[in-house]
């Protein structure tokens, strides 16, 4: 599998919409690894929104754990791993907020029920029980009735911004197919790629 002359973003994509017809559900779901101000890293599942030349995109509790790590080290890492395909694909880069329009844009196309649940829950901090859930989502359903439910200051997104990409293939006998792509030079879209032992 010769991956020396591609894009890798090209291939990045090539390799989700494959994913997205052989994978049970959630082809966009990806690791995303944070590391705080204490150096202790954290991993948790998120969905991805977007990707494009900008990179890629999640949205988010701007008060969760996550989101607190990420401005305390705007850095991270994400992992895509596709068993139906026995493939995987590592990321990593710098994080930056996304911009209030795009992040009203998006809010805009949740289901209402999950743009309630944005509002209810603050995630990431202690809860009681169920019951205190289900009063805050019955309190901001009654809220908002029937009109437009608005997107909350403190929910928002942030887009990872590659500066490296490993792509790995299962084969046979743990003779898996690696290739690193490492940017260049900052702002470039140049690439280095390397082929590396399994």
Known sequence: MGLENQDPLEVFESWLGEASLSEPNNPNA????????NGQPSARM??????????????????SHKSRQLEEN?????LFHWKSLDRQVRVEGAVQPVSTTEADAYFATRARSSQIGAWASAQSQPMEGIAALEKQVAFYTAKFHIGPVPRPEF???FRLRPVQYEFWQERKF???TRHA???????TEDWSVQRLFP
């Open 30 to 37: 990806m690791t995303l690894a944070t590391v705080g101000r």
């Open 46 to 63: 998120v969905l991805l929104k977007e990707s494009g030349p900008e990179g890629f995109v999640f949205y988010t509790n701007l008060e």
């Open 74 to 78: 705007p850095n991270a890492a994400l």
């Open 155 to 157: 929910w928002s997104g």
């Open 174 to 176: 743990r003779l898996h």
């Open 181 to 187: 792509f490492t940017r260049c030079n900052g702002d």
